[in-house]
C-alpha cells in the first residue's frame, strides 16, 4: 500500500501543483468563497467523486471503503487573507488586496490529491472517508463551527478527524506533530476607560483616562504572571490604544483593543474573571468608569494522545523518522479546537520550506516549496488508510 500511494502521490503531483496555482490565483475571503468552493466541486465531479455543498461556500463529499468499518474525516480551509500579494509570481492573485498568505491554497489542493488516491484505493480499505472542505477559518465565528452547526458530523459522529497545516520553519518534505495541547485559544479584549478631559497643561482639574489606562494595560500584565499558573502558557497583548487627544489636550475616552490567548480551557474563564474585575477595580480607584467586553473566539486545540500515537507511529512508516519532527506549544489559534473538543483530532504541520519560501505566513511575500504537495497528498492518504485497515 505504501509503494502504491507514494506513486501515485508522484504521478498526481504536476496536477495538483496546477489546482494549487489556479487557487491561489483566485483566492477569496472568508464566507465568500464561492468560486473556490465551484472548482472543488469540478475537480471532484470530474473524478466521479459526488459533492455537497454545506455552510453556503463549504463543499464535501463521502468516499466508501469496500465494507463497514471507522469514519474517518478529513479537513481542509480554503479561504484566503485580506493581504495584496507582493510575490510576483506567474499565479499570483489576481483578487487585488485578497491573498492566500497562509497556506489554505496548498491544504485544498492536497486534499484533492487525496480525494482522488483515496478514490482509487477504495477496494482495498473499510469504512468512510469524508473529505471537508471547509470556509472562513481566518475569522470568528470560524467555518468550523458552522460546519458543526449543521449538524454534519453528529449522525454518525466520527471516529477522527485529521487535518494539516503548512509550516514554512521546516522544510519540504517534513512534517512535525505534538501530542495534547498544541495551539491557544483566542479571544479578543475591548476596553473603554472614561474620565475627564481637558487641558494637557491643568490635570490636577482631569480624571486622566490615558493615565489609567497606561495603569491597566501593566496591572493585566500581572494577572498573566501572578494570577495564572506559570507552567501554563499564556499571552495578552494589546495592539491598539486609542486615545484621541493632542499635545495638550487630554482625551475623556481612551479605548484599547487587545488579544488574550491560553492554552488550558479552564484558567481561560478564570483570566476573564480576573481581567474584568482588575480594569473596573483599578479605574474606579482612579476615579474613571470602564467597561470590559471580552470576545471569545477559537477554544485551545488539543490533540489526542492515543490518535497522535498512532498518526506519528504511520507518518514513521511512510515518510521515515529523519522526516519527523516534535513540535513546541504555539499561541497561534486555529478553529479546528472545535472539532477537536468533540471528536479525537490530530492537526499537524507540513513542512514547506525551500528557496520558494523564505517569509513566514501572512506575509506579503509568503510562498511554498511545491513539493510539498507530494509530501502532503501522499501522506493524508497514508495516515488514513492505516486508520481504517
Not at 54 to 66: F, K, L, P, Q, R
Request: with cysteine; proline share 6%.
Amino acid at each position: 500500500m505504501k509503494a502504491q500511494i507514494l506513486k501515485l502521490a508522484n504521478e498526481f503531483t504536476p496536477e495538483i501543483i496546477l489546482i494549487r496555482r489556479a487557487l491561489h490565483a483566485n483566492p477569496e475571503l472568508s464566507f465568500k468563497e464561492f468560486q473556490t468552493a465551484k472548482l472543488i466541486e469540478e475537480v471532484l465531479n470530474g473524478w466521479g467523486i459526488p459533492t455537497i455543498r454545506i455552510a453556503d461556500t463549504g463543499v464535501t463529499a463521502v468516499i466508501n471503503g469496500s465494507g463497514k468499518g471507522k469514519y474517518v474525516v478529513l479537513r481542509a480551509d480554503i479561504d484566503a487573507l485580506p493581504i495584496s500579494e507582493e510575490t510576483g509570481k506567474p499565479y499570483k492573485s489576481k483578487n487585488q488586496g485578497v491573498m492566500h498568505a497562509c497556506g489554505h491554497d496548498v491544504h485544498t489542493a492536497s486534499l484533492l490529491g487525496v480525494a482522488k488516491m483515496l478514490n482509487i484505493l477504495r477496494h482495498q480499505f473499510n469504512g468512510t472517508v469524508r473529505l471537508l472542505f471547509q470556509p472562513g477559518e481566518e475569522v470568528l465565528p470560524g467555518g468550523a463551527k458552522k460546519i458543526l452547526e449543521t449538524g454534519l458530523l453528529n449522525n454518525p459522529k466520527p471516529d477522527y478527524i485529521l487535518a494539516q497545516h503548512v509550516y514554512p520553519e521546516l522544510p519540504a518534505g517534513e512534517v512535525g506533530f505534538r501530542s495534547g495541547a498544541y495551539m491557544a485559544s483566542a479571544d479578543e479584549i475591548y476596553l473603554e476607560i472614561r474620565g475627564v478631559g481637558g487641558h494637557g497643561a491643568m490635570p490636577h482639574t482631569l480624571i486622566d483616562p490615558v493615565l489609567i489606562a497606561s495603569h491597566v494595560v501593566i496591572a493585566l500584565q500581572q494577572v498573566i504572571s501572578r494570577r495564572l499558573p506559570a507552567d501554563i502558557p499564556a499571552v495578552l497583548s494589546f495592539g491598539k490604544f486609542d486615545a484621541p487627544g493632542a499635545t495638550n489636550v487630554i482625551p475623556p475616552i481612551v479605548r484599547l483593543e487587545g488579544t488574550f490567548r491560553i492554552v488550558d480551557e479552564t484558567w481561560r474563564k478564570i483570566a476573564h474573571q480576573e481581567f474584568e474585575k482588575t480594569v473596573v477595580g483599578l479605574t474606579t480607584a482612579m476615579g474613571g468608569t470602564a467597561s470590559c467586553r471580552i470576545v471569545s473566539g477559537y477554544p485551545a486545540l488539543y490533540n489526542n494522545p492515543d490518535l497522535t500515537r498512532i498518526v506519528h507511529t504511520a507518518a514513521t512508516q511512510y515518510l521515515g523518522a529523519e522526516k519527523i519532527r516534535d513540535l513546541p506549544a504555539r499561541m497561534t489559534a486555529e478553529d479546528f479546537a472545535y472539532y477537536a473538543q468533540i471528536i479525537p483530532s490530530v492537526f499537524y504541520r507540513l513542512g514547506t520550506g525551500g528557496q520558494s519560501s523564505e517569509y513566514p505566513v501572512h506575509h506579503p511575500q509568503f510562498d511554498v516549496d511545491e513539493e510539498a504537495l507530494t509530501t502532503g497528498m501522499g501522506l493524508m492518504t497514508h495516515l488514513t488508510v492505516s486508520l481504517l485497515r
